[in-house]
T-cell receptor
Framework: DVKVTQSSRYLVKRTGEKVFLECVQD?????MFWYRQDPGLGLRLIYF???????EKGDIPEGYSVSREKKERFSLILESASTNQTSMYLC?????????????????FGPGTRLTVT | RKEVEQDPGPFNVPEGATVAFNCTYS??????FFWYRQDCRKEPKLLMS???SGNEDGRFTAQLNRASQYISLLIRDSKLSDSATYLC????????????FGQGTELSVKP
């Protein structure tokens, strides 16, 4: 069964702290994504990785960085947490190639990390 | 203008009702479309892809109108378990596996 896991369900951090959010998938997917979800704004893409050590900025990368040293793991880093980064963070993964697949581009999500920055 | 727009609702309907959600997208070059479902405090999951000819999966029917750039989801004979937020999703043209998510339409089915 497809599985994406995230290191924490709930996290409380102080302003200025460095925060690491970890995501692991066991499906050998090439693509991995980090989103944040806020009421009224939906899911917004922060960063995307299509291969080990490869990354691309999403729509709202400011204040975030990412690391992908192994195919199964994609980390989101908040270098200096701020209160406006309080949000639900969702990691997802998907396959690159889609030939013959029933649902190309399907993204599988982890359970999310609710981060509160005080 | 948002790339993907949905009526946020909430839609409150009785069990057994038929309910329809619409979604509009701004990029006419978009090729792939989906509906995801997100239960309260859970992660989004793919409900169904949307094909040009329209497609049905049990009580759910998805339609695509390219000329007007809108996608619809029809749910017949609503069940209590259909209560969730429904996300309209469009693949970004020529950008690999990136998807654009609408903000979601909340559905509440009452007994």
């Amino acid at each position: 069964d497809v599985k994406v896991t995230q290191s924490s369900r709930y996290l409380v951090k102080r302003t200025g702290e460095k925060v690491f959010l970890e995501c692991v998938q066991d499906m050998d997917h090439e693509n991995m994504f980090w989103y944040r979800q806020d009421p009224g704004l939906g899911l917004r893409l922060i960063y995307f990785s299509y291969d080990v050590k490869m990354k691309e900025k999403g729509d709202i990368p400011e204040g975030y960085s990412v690391s992908r040293e192994k195919k199964e793991r994609f980390s989101l880093i908040l270098e200096s947490a701020s209160t406006n980064q309080t949000s639900m963070y969702l990691c997802a993964s998907s396959l690159n190639a889609f030939a013959g697949r029933a649902h190309p581009y399907e993204q599988y999500f982890g359970p999310g990390t609710r981060l509160t920055v005080t | 203008r948002k790339e993907v727009e949905q009526d946020p609702g909430p839609f409150n309907v009785p069990e057994g009702a038929t309910v329809a959600f619409n979604c509009t997208y701004s990029n006419s070059a978009s090729q792939s479309f989906f509906w995801y479902r997100q239960d309260c405090r859970k992660e989004p999951k793919l409900l169904m892809s949307v094909y040009s000819s329209g497609n049905e999966d049990g009580r759910f029917t998805a339609q695509l109108n390219r000329a007007s750039q809108y996608i619809s989801l029809l749910i017949r004979d609503s069940k209590l378990s259909d209560s969730a937020t429904y996300l309209c999703v469009v693949k970004r043209p020529n950008q690999g596996g990136k998807l654009i998510f609408g903000q979601g339409t909340e559905l509440s089915v009452k007994p």
